[in-house]
């Protein structure tokens, strides 16, 4: 059973930037890629970014530009920088797997975008 433990979230204003990190209990280079999701109030979850085993990046179009995602392969640990933050960013952020695994959901974190 893999754990996903994120951090980071919290209240910025728009133009802001948050961190947010995804600490795993396994390997990360075991899996063949990784990703963070998001789910706003009364809209389905969605995949805004994701890395591959070999690194390789993509983006949601709502995201591109704005956002990075990263990893540290010897922290377990995955990152989503969030730059120029929205108020249509506001949601609980989750990381998971790509594809993903239900049940490696974790308990998320909340990112809020308003002034």
């Known amino acids: 059973q893999v754990q996903l433990v994120e951090s980071g979230g919290g209240l910025v204003q728009p133009g802001g930037s948050l961190r947010l990190s995804c600490v795993a209990s396994?390997?990360?280079?075991?899996?063949?890629?990784m990703g963070w999701y998001r789910q706003a109030p009364g809209k389905q979850r969605e995949l805004v970014a994701s890395?591959?085993?070999?690194?390789?990046?993509n983006y949601a179009d709502s995201v591109k530009g704005r956002f990075t995602i990263s990893r540290d392969i010897a922290k377990n640990t995955v990152y989503l920088q969030m730059n120029s933050l929205k108020p249509e960013d506001t949601a609980v952020y989750y990381c998971?797997?790509?594809?993903?695994?239900?049940?490696?959901w974790g308990q998320g974190t909340q990112v809020t975008v308003s002034s």
């Open positions: 396994t390997s990360i280079f075991s899996f063949n890629g």
């Open positions: 890395i591959t085993r070999g690194a390789g990046t």
């Open positions: 998971n797997l790509v594809p993903l695994y239900p049940r490696y």
